[in-house]
């Protein structure tokens, strides 16, 4: 089982590059750390815990803020957080993120 995303900055219609990406598992009552990384040129990020999940709860945690402050550009969200059950571990999980400055949408695609 893999976890993949795509950050689409829509406010630019363009890939949002250089977000750094966290996957986290809860663990009890907190969180542990799976993998972290940043959108490539496309917006991507594909190697989030790959071949290392069982069913669970995660999170995706996206440096929003960070992004924005790079383009100069003042944003509402200093971070975003997609929390999502895994059920079975053979599926992948696609979590795409569409951004702006001041929302996001998020999504289960393939």
């Known amino acids: 089982m893999s976890v993949t995303t795509h950050v689409l900055d829509t406010s630019s219609g363009r890939p949002a590059s ?13 969180w542990r750390e799976l993998g972290s990384e940043r959108t490539d040129a496309d917006g991507r990020a594909r190697l989030l815990g790959e ?3 069982e069913p669970g709860i995660f999170r995706l945690l996206f440096a929003t803020g960070e992004y924005f402050r790079r383009l100069g550009i003042e944003s509402f969200h200093p971070e975003v957080t997609v929390a999502f059950r895994v059920a079975d571990a053979a599926d992948h ?9 001041f929302g996001y949408t998020t999504y289960r695609g393939s």
């Open 93 to 101: 999980h696609h979590v795409p993120l569409l951004l702006s400055p």
């Open 51 to 53: 071949g290392h999940l």
């Open 18 to 30: 250089g977000i750094e990406v966290r996957l986290d598992k809860r663990d009890g009552e907190g």
